[in-house]
């Protein structure tokens, strides 16, 4: 049930550095399931870091949504 990856030996199904295959990473917060990335229920991967898309300022609704200041994102949307 592993594999050798740079010299050392690892679960592809659940290394959060090695997912599905060798050298595939897992975004930030992220975790590998079954050899699949996957973020925390509620969050997206958006350039690679899972983000609460309700909250994030950068990534506001969804991936690349910013909102400028003195906008914050609320419930998705961004808001004065």
Known sequence: G???CGGACVNTQTSAT???MCGRA????GSC???MCRCPMGQTSCGGACVNTM???VHCGL???ACTAPQTCQSGVCRA
């Open 2 to 4: 592993q594999v050798v």
């Open 18 to 20: 090695h997912c599905g």
């Open 26 to 29: 897992c975004a930030a917060g």
């Open 33 to 35: 399931q079954t050899g």
């Open 55 to 57: 909250t994030s300022n």
């Open 63 to 65: 991936c690349g949504g």
